[in-house]
């Protein structure tokens, strides 16, 4: 089952294991049960702290399950947890086994505070970039509060569950036989949703803080970038950030990045933490910007609110809240969003396995999309507004080349179908002959760019017709003492090298603003 690199690596983290476990497995006489098996003995075949056991009686085949000697521990997997899901793996042998987690002490706190029941079932993809962190979110949970059930169940191993409940993006969780959360997320921000005064607290906490001299809205490179500059000046420096890395998190691959000849978003994401954690920031995590309130006079303390009810104040702020993927606002897309209407291909194209789907949008990220999709689904149907393909030469030369790709240029895509709940189909009229042609499908997969966060900036911050935070050469406002930088800016090409070159400007600007500005009295 797993490689001589993968076994070699597996065999000496199990030797960290200071508990028994016992692996409970549940097969069949399928091929999948087969390839379960074996991993779970070459597993168990690692250390003597390792039991494995094969008379399981759950109801979904192959599974197993991890307890502890004490069986005070409700951890199992529907699935054959390889690919993006290894590492979930051994972190979940490590922490059943007694290795402590690389958490903080607060978070394992607040999970064993947790007073009420809870049975989660995860749905993910081996292929899903975003899943793992919600996958070892709920095992940590599972592990450190017996009250916490958790089964991680693999889409792709088990479709007939799949389709029933009709899950057709992943993460997805459950919670009780209903839905509980869709898409990335991290321990802190589920202990949020379990915890239900964990938001109050956390804001009453976050207004208690002496205020900042600069004080970065926003995590992604750009804001990044801001608080290193800013807090290598030898300043009080905050980052507010709705979540840390931003859309970064859910970039598959960066090769563009100088210096850097390939690495992947979470990758970047958890180096850029690191980085900024190393210069001392007071990163304020899973808060995200609800208003600003400029100073009342020159070179006074501006306001920054949270949704969450917390109120910081800083001499200056950054705002680097980046954009989003934007939708393409035709009938049926809300509703049908993930029942069929997806944005990752990554995470959930194996869902659409031997389906057909289309791709919305001919730029790189859409063009990247079908050709990816082309490897799993049946047919992909790429839909252009343009009357040309935008995307790189060398992708739309690969797009052509693929057999079960159709390309529809210069077409307007005007509504998208349902049946029985999810997505059937999608209407596209062509912008020349007017002709209109439904196409029959599972998915819709949209990729037409960014839309900028500042929608709370609508009344205090110059935004252009696009909703971008207007700035000048020194990424100054028109706010004193605000300033912006990267995606949710004018800045033009919303690249990453950009975004984080944008948040060092940004920071230089505001500490020449500090040097000049007399502190304020507080």
């Known amino acids: 089952m797993l490689d001589q690199e993968m076994s070699a690596q597996l065999q000496q983290y199990m030797g960290l294991l200071r508990r028994p476990i016992t692996l409970t497995a549940t097969l069949g006489s399928d091929e999948s049960s087969a390839e379960l098996k074996g991993l779970l003995e070459q597993i168990a075949a690692m250390s003597d702290k390792i039991t494995l056991k094969t008379d399981g009686q759950d109801k979904r085949v192959p599974s197993f399950a991890i307890t502890r000697a004490d069986g005070e521990q409700h951890l199992s997997f529907a699935a054959i947890p390889l690919g993006h899901e290894f590492t979930s793996l051994v972190l979940?042998?490590?922490?059943?086994?007694?290795?402590?987690?690389?958490?903080?002490?607060?978070?394992?706190?607040?999970?064993?505070?947790?007073?009420?029941?809870f049975d989660f079932e995860v749905y993910m993809s081996l292929s899903c970039h975003n899943c793992p962190d919600v996958v070892q979110a709920l095992t940590l949970m599972s592990v450190f509060n017996p009250r916490i059930k958790t089964t991680i169940i693999d889409g792709g191993l088990n479709q007939a569950e799949v389709e029933a409940r009709e899950v057709m993006a992943v993460p997805q969780v459950w919670q009780a036989g209903a839905i509980f959360h869709s898409g990335k997320t991290d321990v802190e921000e589920l202990l949020q949703m379990m915890d239900k005064g964990a938001a109050a607290r956390e804001a009453a906490k976050l207004s208690e803080k002496a205020p900042f001299d600069v004080l970065v809205v926003g995590g992604g490179p750009a804001g990044g970038a801001a608080a290193i500059y800013a807090a290598r000046k030898g300043i009080r420096v905050g980052v507010l950030a709705e979540r840390f890395g931003g859309q970064v998190n859910d970039t598959q691959s960066i090769e563009n990045y100088i210096s850097i000849p390939e690495t992947t978003g979470p990758k970047f994401a958890a180096d850029l933490l690191t980085h900024t954690n190393a210069y001392g920031v007071d990163i304020m995590n899973l808060q995200k910007a609800a208003r600003i309130i400029p100073a009342e006079q020159a070179g006074g303390l501006i306001t920054v609110e949270t949704e969450s009810g917390a109120v910081l104040k800083s001499r200056s702020v950054i705002l680097s809240t980046g954009a989003r993927w934007r939708n393409v606002n035709v009938p049926g897309e809300q509703e049908y969003k993930n029942k069929g209407v997806a944005y990752c291909p990554h995470c959930d194209g194996p869902l659409f396995k031997g389906k057909k789907v289309a791709v919305i949008g001919g730029g790189n990220s859409g063009v990247e999309a079908a050709i990816d999709l082309a490897g799993v689904v049946e047919h992909v149907d790429v839909v252009e507004f343009m009357p040309a393909l935008k995307a790189d030469a060398v992708l739309v030369k690969k797009l052509h080349s693929l057999p079960n790709v159709q390309v529809h240029t210069n077409c307007a895509t005007t509504e998208i179908h349902g049946t029985d709940g999810k997505v059937s189909a999608l209407s596209k009229k062509h912008r020349e002959t007017g002709e209109v042609e439904q196409l029959d499908l599972a998915g819709v997969f949209v990729q037409i760019g960014l839309v900028p966060n500042t929608e709370f900036l609508k009344d205090t911050v110059n935004l252009s017709k696009f909703g971008e935070i207007e700035i000048d050469a020194k990424c100054a406002t028109n706010l004193p003492g605000v300033f912006a930088a990267g995606d949710c800016t004018t800045v033009p090409y919303k690249q990453i090298v950009i975004a984080a070159g944008e948040g060092a400007k940004a920071a230089l600007s505001a500490f020449d603003y500090l040097i000049r500005s007399s502190a304020p009295q507080h």
């Not at 086994?97 to 999970?111: D, L, R, T, Y």
């Open 92 to 117: 979940a042998l490590l922490w059943s086994g007694g290795h402590p987690p690389k958490v903080e002490a607060s978070v394992i706190e607040q999970i064993q505070g947790l007073d009420a029941d």
